[in-house]
């Protein structure tokens, strides 16, 4: 018993210092850019979200670009909103990079209406938050995640959500994985009814989730879309992606 509890404790050790997977490898073929850098041409803002209640549905949040990104930001105290791409995607893989202020509480939607009912890769960049775990959002509360954000960024703590994948990089690899203040890689991809979605950091999986309901209000096909979350005031702190692009998937 002594024996097998120091191998345990041996296995342990060994885990919490391990270095981060090797980072995949994606080719670019099949991608088309959804934002030129310039405009937001081929995007539109909605309030017809329950993040844009502060206005009563008036106005979507302030959407800009600025510095070749896509910009967002509460309008007023409380009110956020969405912008979605014209066009609307069945099965598809996206990619974009971040680099979000730690405060507002975003997320990049998958299949969406204007209405923001979607499947979502979490974009939850503040305490208690989440990147790339998978959120119902208006289609029945469902919730994926393997790790949470503690008091700042560069502090993660393990979470062991069903059916997650398990933490991929230890929250003692994480302030060396994730570079705050700097570009970083978001990537998800969307197959299938039930839907199967995968998601990456930087190159690394971090979620691999198949819809277990196939009755209901599940999407098959819906746009691709970026929140800003209603309630607070976060006028004065900003969500910014760039490099925004898709593939279809035949």
């Known amino acids: 018993m002594r024996v097998a509890a ?69 309008d007023v105290p409380g009110n956020g909103g969405l912008i979605l791409t014209d066009k609307a995607f069945a099965d598809f893989e996206v990619a974009l990079e971040m680099n979000n202020d730690f405060g507002p509480d975003s997320g990049l939607f998958l299949r969406s209406d204007d209405r923001g009912r979607a499947y979502q ?50 929250p003692a690899d994480w302030p060396g994985f994730w570079k705050h203040g700097e570009w970083n890689e978001l990537r998800a991809r969307v197959e299938g009814n039930p839907v199967k979605i995968t998601t990456w950091i930087k190159g690394v999986k971090f979620s691999e989730w198949t819809d277990p309901r196939t009755t209901g209000e599940r999407p098959a096909a819906g746009h691709i879309a970026l929140q800003v979350h209603g309630g607070g005031d976060l006028t004065k702190q900003f969500v910014r992606y ?3 692009r898709v593939k279809e998937l035949k």
């Not at 850098?37 to 309030?47: F, N, R």
């Open 242 to 244: 760039r490099n925004v």
């Open 6 to 74: 120091s191998l345990l404790a041996l296995a342990a050790a060994f885990a919490a210092t391990a270095a981060p997977p090797a980072p995949q490898k994606f080719p670019d073929a099949g991608f088309v850019p959804l934002f030129d850098g310039k405009t937001l041409t081929g995007w539109t803002v909605s309030a017809k979200s329950g993040h844009s209640r502060a206005s009563k549905q008036k106005s979507g949040g302030r959407w800009v670009v600025e510095n070749g990104a896509i910009v967002g930001s509460q």
């Open 121 to 170: 890769a979490m974009i939850d960049y503040h305490q208690g938050g989440n990147l790339m775990g998978i959120y119902g959002e208006g289609i029945g509360g469902f919730e994926s995640r393997n790790f949470s954000f503690g008091d700042t960024v560069t502090a993660i703590r393990a979470e062991h959500a069903k059916g997650a994948l398990a933490l991929p990089v230890t």
